[in-house]
Antibody
Framework: QITLKESGPTLVKPTQTLTLTCTFS??????????VGWIRQPPGKALEWLAL???????RYSPSLKSRLTITKDTSKNQVVLTMTNMDPVDTATYYC????????????????WGQGTMVTVSS | QSALTQPASVSGSPGQSITISCTGT?????????VSWYQQHPGKAPKLMIY???KRPSGVSNRFSGSKSGNTASLTISGLQAEDEADYYC???????????FGTGTKVTVL
C-alpha cells in the first residue's frame, strides 16, 4: 500500500525559504520508473503542478516557478524534499506530494496516489 | 504555460449525465494523450479518476468516462449520484519544457 505524507512549517515570513518534506512508504525511489511530484492549491483555487523527481534523479520544474524551486530525494529515508525560495503571500496554499505512475520517455501518465497535503501560510 | 480552461460549474439531477470540458492548446491537450482527471471533495486530497484520456484506475466506477477531440478533453459522469458532488480538475502533459498543467477546476452540483 502506497502512502505519502507532507510535513513542514505552517507559517513562513515573506522572503523566507520554504522547505517541505514528503515521506512515503510502499515504494522505493530507487526503482526504475518511479517518481514523486509536488502540487499546490491556494485556498479556494485550482491545483498547480510544481515539480517532479524520478528514480534516476531526473528533475522537472514548472516553467513559471523554476527559478525558485529545488527538488531532491533521499532514497535511504524514503523522502523527497521541495524548497521554494523568496516566499510571498501569494504562495499561501496547501502543498501536496503525489506518487506518479506510468513513466515512459520522460513523462508519466498521472499522479495516482496523493498525500493529505500540508497548509502553508505566508505572512509577516 | 496557462491553465487549461474548464467551466466553473456544472450541475445535474440524480441519474442524469453531465460532461465537463477541458480546453487546452496544441502544446498540451492537443499534442499528447496524457490527460488525467481528478475528483476532489472539500478538505480532501484529489483522487485520480481517469488517465491517458479515457482509462480508469482500478476501483473507479465505470460511470466515469473520458474522451478527447483536438485541444479539448472531456469527462462524462453518467448516472449522477449525490457522492459525485465535488470539484473536478483535468491535467495534461505539456512537453518536456512545459511539464504538467492543471485545469481551472469545475464544481459539480447534484441537484
Amino acid at each position: 500500500q502506497i502512502t505519502l505524507k507532507e510535513s513542514g512549517p505552517t507559517l513562513v515570513k515573506p522572503t523566507q525559504t520554504l522547505t517541505l518534506t514528503c515521506t512515503f512508504s510502499g515504494f522505493s525511489l530507487s526503482t526504475s520508473g518511479v517518481g514523486v511530484g509536488w502540487i499546490r492549491q491556494p485556498p479556494g483555487k485550482a491545483l498547480e503542478w510544481l515539480a517532479l523527481i524520478y528514480w534516476d534523479d531526473d528533475k522537472r520544474y514548472s516553467p513559471s516557478l523554476k527559478s525558485r524551486l529545488t527538488i531532491t530525494k533521499d532514497t535511504s529515508k524514503n523522502q523527497v524534499v521541495l524548497t521554494m525560495t523568496n516566499m510571498d503571500p501569494v504562495d499561501t496554499a496547501t502543498y501536496y506530494c503525489a506518487h506518479v505512475f506510468g513513466y515512459s520517455y520522460g513523462y508519466v501518465k498521472a499522479f495516482d496516489i496523493w498525500g493529505q497535503g500540508t497548509m502553508v501560510t505566508v505572512s509577516s | 504555460q496557462s491553465a487549461l480552461t474548464q467551466p466553473a460549474s456544472v450541475s445535474g439531477s440524480p441519474g442524469q449525465s453531465i460532461t465537463i470540458s477541458c480546453t487546452g492548446t496544441s502544446s498540451d491537450v492537443g499534442s499528447y494523450n496524457l490527460v488525467s482527471w481528478y475528483q476532489q471533495h472539500p478538505g480532501k486530497a484529489p483522487k485520480l479518476m481517469i488517465y491517458e484520456v479515457s482509462k480508469r484506475p482500478s476501483g473507479v466506477s465505470n460511470r466515469f468516462s473520458g474522451s478527447k477531440s483536438g485541444n479539448t478533453a472531456s469527462l462524462t459522469i453518467s448516472g449522477l449520484q449525490a457522492e459525485d458532488e465535488a470539484d473536478y480538475y483535468c491535467c495534461s502533459y505539456a512537453g518536456s519544457s512545459g511539464g504538467y498543467v492543471f485545469g481551472t477546476g469545475t464544481k459539480v452540483t447534484v441537484l
